[in-house]
């Protein structure tokens, strides 16, 4: 293998590869970095059997070839270049670099050590927006589980359907979801339930401009765009039947000023309960009283003004959730709805921006 | 017609009283040791034959006796040690019923030799209570007692006495008792020309120990300093993970008067509940006083009990200071193969010039007491350096008081996901983050008991659990109790539940796992559910152990952070709920010596 690169593409691509490397690994391959040259340029992979990325970056091919070397030594090499095109030739399982008048030697591994990527056929791919993708994630994948007994909580929802699409994701605690229509061009109707570190990787190396290909096999998942693709394992379903379980007779509603609401929350959450994160909501006519009480630490109280129909409601809520929910809220004000203290409570931007958009909350039980 | 009552003889008297007093020859002993120490003595004497049967000596550099009080001393109820009734209540000395020298001499041959300062010297000599001779004699100022031929005159008494191995182990504990109750004084025990016990004068308690039992037992030692209502408790008491092993020892003190209570022994063992495994004996060396008048010290002849006036605050406030005692870095286990004694402050003492009889000296706690208002326990109070406030005014929170510098209070390593490594002024704390939490959720359940329960997260997805018909009726009888630690479970019938809410304690808790093992565990029976005392400690023990963060879980540097402040902000960060430490001390001092720099 032999091929010139310049410094900027070695670390464009090292760096974009890079994250998808395990630290740790029990299987030493997987510290590597795959590097191939072929007449497209030079295509970089990295995995840890989950999730596997690779990027394609221009260089001038001489020689094709493949190797794999240590990703976060070759990382910090690059970083520390010269300003001047780097030369990469290998001779067996030997990979070196020349750059201006400094040469490494790093000692790889052949490529047949490293994992094939997981078959997925490109052929039956459907399209997807960048933007799109990447907001649908952004706005879900916060709420996933980080508890490991189901698995299938730690996994957002990729529903596809004819007219729309849909991300979920829940901890069991808390619930997001948003729906975008969609014209659905070639998408099969499918439930997919997608790790989200593979949907950060999607977020991170792909632009919102970019209209990504989507391919599953079986059990993968695989996005391309160009020399750019992610592929993932996924999940095995099915997904709880969330539908079921948000409420659509929720009676009270109140229209709050997000930023307030957000604010006065952050300062109850300072003495708040470590443990329990509790902040009482009390709805009386158009004030929404917010107090915590923490033995030992103390208590406080502030009233802020909201638009609330419905009878007087007292509830109480972890605040780092509904904190987190109004982080991800794309409007102004939001829409908070209830029907009982010990029934889930929604809230839901007040203009609909391309999309529905809803998170769940469920309530902490209040003591008597 | 004869008469049938008839006043008895004083020597018959005194044999009988002495069947109360000298019931042995560690009682002997003991009389002789606390006549030596009322007398002011520096250094104290005791060599016995035969364990004491055939001979016993006292020798002390006391005040010493003129002739008149030397006889007058072998007279019943003859004390210099109190005068009134008032006196009676406020007794400070070891002595004062005036019974022990008379009694012991209507059993025994026993010479006196005595001599006060610039005095000339007095030998009395009496045998089965019969004053055989007084003369004059040539000897030091202070006291010789010596003891010949005990119970010569009692068989039946005599008979029941143990082999001399026996009598002289009985012997040599009274000493220890004696020894620790008086540190300024030297001591030293020959039996059959064999040294046993060789102790100098000294001003601290750890040094005492030491000399007693080896630095080893010493350096396993914790300070108490408490006081609480007019009651001040001091002393030292075996590190938990020290008290596991070697032999207990145990030494409680009221105005420097040895004495024994179980309740109280009891109450400290309560003091070290979460600390120890079920079971462990800890040593005590407990030294207490009260305020004149509310405990009675004339309860038993030989003085080994006492009784309080409030013995039940007597005992909530041992507890309380084992409980303080153990919230203390010094209370936490460690890696150091010479661990250094505990810190004892010893406060600037008077001097001796106004030593006279009733009064003591200087460094005799007893006597002490009357002169100072801290009482005697200034003399053992123990106050390591980190505890005190800083320059600056300000009180350090329990992870400074534990060496942890401000700075270095956020750079918490954690290795193989599942210790925490901090560093402090003298070394390094391992902690290990799984026992560290129990403690955290423990202490946080408890308090929220005692508030009348826990918020709980309601459940999106209600889970539900199939349960053996045990861990069914335990689910069933503990319901209450388990919707106020935030568990919401219903019975739902054929032994399944249904868990509506849970706690939210971490980000990687599984309610469904934990509440399982949480009523298998209290279904079962366990070690840590037969340690709690209420139903409400066996709940929270059993929810801190299988909530709390596992071994194995990566911390991000918050979560270490978080981590380590709340278990400084609890009462015993130092040890978990099992008995086990949540932390290991590693010193610099060992460090080094194990890098061989010194030592």
């Given at each position: 293998?032999?091929?010139?690169?310049?410094?900027?593409?070695?670390?464009?691509?090292?760096?974009?590869?890079?994250?998808?490397?395990?630290?740790?690994?029990?299987?030493?391959?997987?510290?590597?970095?795959?590097?191939?040259?072929?007449?497209?340029?030079?295509?970089?992979?990295?995995?840890?059997?989950?999730?596997?990325?690779?990027?394609?970056?221009?260089?001038?091919?001489?020689?094709?070839?493949?190797?794999?070397?240590?990703?976060?030594k070759l990382q910090e090499l690059a970083r520390e270049l010269p300003e001047a095109p780097a030369r990469v030739t290998t001779t067996g399982e030997r990979f070196e670099l020349t750059c201006g008048k400094a040469t490494f030697r790093l000692n790889g591994m052949p490529r047949d050590e490293f994992p094939t990527f997981p078959e997925v056929d490109f052929a039956s791919s459907w399209r997807v927006s960048g933007e799109l993708m990447g907001r649908m994630i952004e706005r879900t994948s916060f709420a996933v589980s980080t508890e490991e007994s189901r698995p299938i909580l730690n996994g957002v929802l990729w529903q596809l359907g004819d007219r729309e699409m849909r991300m979920v994701a829940t901890n069991g605690h808390r619930l997001a979801k948003l729906t975008i229509p969609s014209d659905g061009a070639n998408a099969p109707n499918a439930d997919l339930i997608v790790p989200p570190k593979a949907l950060a990787q999607v977020q991170r190396l792909f632009?919102?401009?970019?209209?990504?290909?989507?391919?599953?096999?079986?059990?993968?998942?695989?996005?391309?765009?160009?020399?750019?693709?992610?592929?993932?394992?996924?999940?095995e379903g099915p997904y709880p039947n969330y539908e079921q379980v948000i409420p659509k007779d929720n009676d009270r509603i109140a229209i709050a000023d997000k930023e307030t609401l957000t604010r006065s929350l952050r300062r109850m959450a300072v003495v708040a309960s470590d443990q329990t994160h509790r902040v009482r909501l009390a709805f009386v006519g158009t004030a929404l009283r917010l107090s915590v009480e923490t033995p030992d630490l103390g208590d406080a109280h502030e009233e802020i003004e909201v638009d609330y129909q419905g009878d007087a409601l007292d509830i109480g809520f972890n605040a780092n959730y509904l904190l987190e929910v109004l982080r991800y809220m794309p409007s102004d004000e939001v829409k908070l709805s209830f029907k009982a203290p010990e029934r889930a409570a929604t809230v839901e931007?007040?203009?609909?921006?391309?999309?529905?958009?809803?998170?769940?909350?469920?309530?902490?039980?209040?003591?008597? | 017609?004869?008469?049938?009552?008839?006043?008895?003889?004083?020597?018959?008297?005194?044999?009988?009283?002495?069947?109360?007093?000298?019931?042995?020859?560690?009682?002997?002993?003991?009389?002789?040791?606390?006549?030596?120490?009322?007398?002011?003595?520096?250094?104290?004497?005791?060599?016995?034959?035969?364990?004491?049967?055939?001979?016993?000596?006292?020798?002390?550099?006391?005040?010493?006796?003129?002739?008149?009080?030397?006889?007058?001393?072998?007279?019943?109820?003859?004390?210099?040690?109190?005068?009134?009734?008032?006196?009676?209540?406020?007794?400070?000395?070891?002595?004062?019923?005036?019974?022990?020298?008379?009694?012991?001499?209507?059993?025994?041959?026993?010479?006196?030799?005595?001599?006060?300062?610039?005095?000339?010297?007095?030998?009395?000599?009496?045998?089965?209570?019969?004053?055989?001779?007084?003369?004059?004699?040539?000897?030091?100022?202070?006291?010789?007692?010596?003891?010949?031929?005990?119970?010569?005159?009692?068989?039946?008494?005599?008979?029941?006495?143990?082999s001399a191995a026996v009598e002289t182990r009985a012997i040599a504990d009274v000493m220890t008792s004696l020894a620790l109750a008086n540190l300024s004084a030297a001591f030293r025990l020959e039996s059959n020309g064999r040294t046993l016990m060789e102790l100098p004068a000294t001003r601290d308690l750890p040094s005492r120990a030491a000399d007693l039992w080896g630095d080893e037992f010493a350096g396993a030692l914790i300070p108490v300093d408490h006081r609480v209502d007019g009651i001040e408790i001091a002393g030292l008491v075996d590190r938990p993970d020290a008290a596991v092993s070697g032999p207990r020892r145990v030494h409680l003190f009221i105005a420097g008067r040895p004495f024994r209570d179980r309740s109280l022994v009891a109450a400290a063992e309560r003091g070290?509940?979460?600390?120890?495994?079920?079971?462990?004996?800890?040593?005590?060396?407990?030294?207490?006083?009260?305020?004149?008048?509310?405990?009675?010290?004339?309860?038993?002849?030989?003085?080994?009990?006492?009784?309080?006036?409030?013995?039940?605050?007597?005992?909530?406030?041992?507890?309380?200071?084992?409980?303080?005692?153990?919230?203390?870095?010094?209370?936490?286990?460690?890696?150091?193969?010479?661990?250094?004694?505990p810190q004892i402050r010893t406060p600037a003492r008077e001097s001796g010039s106004d030593r006279g009889p009733g009064t003591g000296r200087p460094g005799r706690p007893a006597a002490e007491a009357r002169r100072t208002p801290e009482g005697q326990l200034a003399f053992f109070v123990a106050a390591a350096p980190d505890r005190e406030p800083a320059e600056d005014g300000t009180v350090p929170d329990a992870a400074e008081q534990a060496g942890i510098e401000a700075d270095n209070r956020y750079s918490l390593w954690q290795v193989h996901d599942s210790y925490i490594i901090a560093e402090t002024r003298s070394g390094m704390l391992i902690i290990d983050q799984h026992s560290a939490h129990e403690r955290i959720l423990f202490e946080a359940l408890?308090?929220?008991?005692?508030?009348?329960?826990?918020?709980?997260?309601?459940?999106?997805?209600?889970?539900?659990?199939?349960?053996?018909?045990?861990?069914?009726?335990?689910?069933?009888?503990?319901?209450?109790?388990?919707?106020?630690?935030?568990?919401?479970?219903?019975?739902?019938?054929?032994?399944?539940?249904?868990?509506?809410?849970?706690?939210?304690?971490?980000?990687?808790?599984?309610?469904?796992?934990?509440?399982?093992?949480?009523?298998?565990?209290?279904?079962?029976?366990?070690?840590?559910?037969?340690?709690?005392?209420?139903?409400?400690?066996?709940?929270?023990?059993?929810?801190?152990?299988?909530?709390?963060?596992?071994?194995?879980?990566?911390?991000?540097?918050?979560?270490?952070?978080?981590?380590?402040?709340?278990?400084?902000?609890?009462?015993?960060?130092?040890?978990?709920?099992?008995?086990?430490?949540?932390?290991?001390?590693?010193s610099l001092d060992e460090l080094e010596r194990r890098f061989g720099r010194h030592g």
């Open positions: 293998m032999r091929f010139t690169i310049t410094r900027e593409n070695l670390q464009q691509g090292l760096a974009a590869v890079g994250a998808s490397i395990p630290t740790r690994t029990t299987l030493p391959v997987l510290s590597n970095i795959l590097i191939e040259a072929g007449e497209d340029g030079v295509q970089m992979s990295g995995t840890d059997l989950d999730i596997a990325v690779t990027l394609r970056v221009p260089a001038e091919v001489e020689e094709p070839g493949a190797i794999t070397v240590p990703a976060k632009d919102p401009e970019d209209e990504i290909e989507v391919a599953r096999s079986e059990n993968h998942l695989g996005f391309r765009k160009d020399g750019t693709r992610v592929y993932t394992r996924l999940i931007p007040t203009e609909a921006s391309e999309g529905a958009y809803l998170c769940l909350i469920m309530p902490l039980r209040l003591l008597e | 017609m004869p008469r049938r009552i008839q006043v008895l003889p004083d020597t018959l008297a005194n044999q009988i009283a002495a069947g109360e007093v000298v019931e042995r020859p560690a009682s002997v002993v003991k009389e002789l040791v606390e006549n030596a120490l009322d007398a002011a003595a520096t250094r104290v004497e005791v060599v016995i034959r035969n364990g004491g049967k055939t001979e016993i000596r006292v020798s002390d550099d006391g005040y010493g006796m003129g002739r008149e009080d030397a006889l007058l001393a072998l007279d019943r109820h003859a004390t210099s040690k109190i005068s009134s009734e008032d006196d009676l209540r406020a007794v400070r000395t070891f002595g004062f019923r005036g019974e022990a020298l008379p009694s012991i001499g209507s059993v025994s041959r026993l010479t006196l030799e005595t001599a006060e300062s610039g005095g000339v010297g007095n030998r009395v000599r009496v045998s089965g209570g019969r004053i055989m001779g007084a003369e004059d004699c040539a000897r030091q100022p202070g006291t010789t007692v010596l003891v010949r031929s005990l119970f010569f005159n009692v068989p039946a008494r005599a008979k029941f006495l143990k070290y509940r979460t600390t120890v495994p079920r079971g462990a004996k800890p040593s005590l060396l407990l030294y207490l006083d009260v305020p004149d008048g509310r405990v009675d010290v004339n309860v038993h002849p030989a003085k080994a009990e006492v009784r309080f006036g409030d013995p039940a605050g007597v005992e909530a406030a041992i507890e309380a200071a084992i409980h303080s005692a153990l919230s203390g870095v010094d209370s936490a286990a460690t890696l150091d193969r010479r661990p250094p004694p408890m308090r929220d008991f005692d508030a009348g329960g826990r918020p709980s997260q309601r459940l999106l997805f209600p889970v539900t659990l199939r349960l053996s018909p045990g861990e069914y009726a335990v689910v069933e009888q503990t319901q209450s109790l388990l919707a106020m630690a935030g568990f919401e479970a219903e019975p739902f019938g054929g032994r399944t539940v249904i868990i509506h809410a849970a706690p939210n304690p971490h980000p990687w808790f599984d309610a469904e796992r934990c509440l399982r093992e949480m009523v298998a565990e209290l279904a079962e029976g366990s070690e840590l559910t037969r340690a709690a005392r209420t139903q409400y400690e066996r709940l929270a023990m059993t929810f801190a152990c299988k909530a709390a963060i596992k071994a194995g879980q990566r911390l991000s540097v918050e979560e270490r952070q978080r981590l380590f402040d709340e278990l400084f902000a609890t009462e015993l960060p130092y040890h978990d709920v099992h008995g086990r430490p949540t932390i290991v001390r590693l």
